[in-house]
């Protein structure tokens, strides 16, 4: 059965800071996706990053990017130069045949940026 | 701007009402999603829709309802709700169902409709 766990509840962190959030994972399949989301307090469920299992590289997408270490199922989000904007909860989900291709989600970290 | 759209944001319904949800994305994909997130609680997929079909319903009691006319439009109709129903509902919608993702086959989300069962 797949699996996502996120350990870290809360974090703050000093605006233009960096900030890593964690991520591990469980799944036996090798080929898998995993994702992270944006969850303002609106509520919108907002994509940030991808990374395939098979992927030679590291995901990046402008502040955002993705530690990917394969061997120790983990995947943590770094944030750079965090903004005020980026409070918010965030969301590390898995996709993989076991779980036919539907997205599983973790609890979810909630980031407070301190100005 | 998002390319999920979900009407309404809020709604506030009792027990004996029948209401529902709506949510169109205007991405051209194939495949929707209703998902429920309660408090502390990780997101639950609810039903899984590809190409009008439905071809995933993950144990939801009947008392919701999904209704996909089009590949563009999805509908959740609720009736005889209860108090733990309340939560916030979000719709999604990638372009298809049985890939892993990258950045053809996302899962794309709506802003979410907050229900309250009162």
């Known amino acids: 059965a797949q699996k996502i766990t996120q350990t870290q509840p809360g974090m703050f962190v000093q605006e233009k800071e960096a900030v890593t959030l964690d991520c591990t994972y469980d799944?036996?399949?090798?080929?898998?996706?995993l994702f992270w989301y944006k969850q303002p307090s609106s509520g919108e469920m907002i994509f940030l990053i991808y990374?395939?299992?098979?992927?030679?590289q590291n995901a990046t997408e402008g502040r955002y990017s993705l530690n990917f270490q394969k061997a120790r199922k983990s995947a943590n989000l770094v944030i750079s130069a965090s903004q005020l904007g980026d409070s918010a909860m965030y969301f590390c989900?898995?996709?993989?045949?076991?779980?036919?291709?539907?997205?599983?989600f973790g609890k979810g970290t909630k980031l407070s940026v301190i100005p | 701007e998002t390319g999920v759209t979900q009407t309404p944001r809020h709604l506030v319904m009792g027990m004996t009402n029948k209401k529902s949800l709506k949510c169109e994305q205007h991405?051209?994909?194939?495949?929707m999603y209703w998902y429920k997130q309660s408090a502390k609680k990780p997101l639950e997929l609810m039903f899984v829709?590809?190409?009008?079909?439905?071809?995933e319903n993950n144990s939801v009691p009947s008392r919701f309802s999904p209704e996909c006319p089009n590949s563009s439009h999805l509908f959740l109709h609720l009736h005889t709700l209860q108090p733990e129903d309340s939560a916030l509902y979000l719709c999604?919608?990638?372009?298809?169902?049985?890939?892993?993702?990258?950045?053809?086959?996302?899962?794309?989300f709506g802003e979410g409709s907050w229900l309250t069962v009162v």
């Open positions: 999604a919608s990638s372009q298809e169902i049985n890939r892993l993702g990258g950045s053809g086959n996302t899962i794309y």
């Open positions: 799944t036996s399949d090798p080929s898998y996706g």
């Open positions: 990374q395939g299992s098979y992927d030679q």
């Open positions: 989900a898995m996709r993989d045949a076991a779980g036919s291709y539907q997205l599983t």
């Open positions: 991405l051209g994909h194939n495949a």
């Open positions: 829709y590809s190409l009008e079909e439905r071809v």
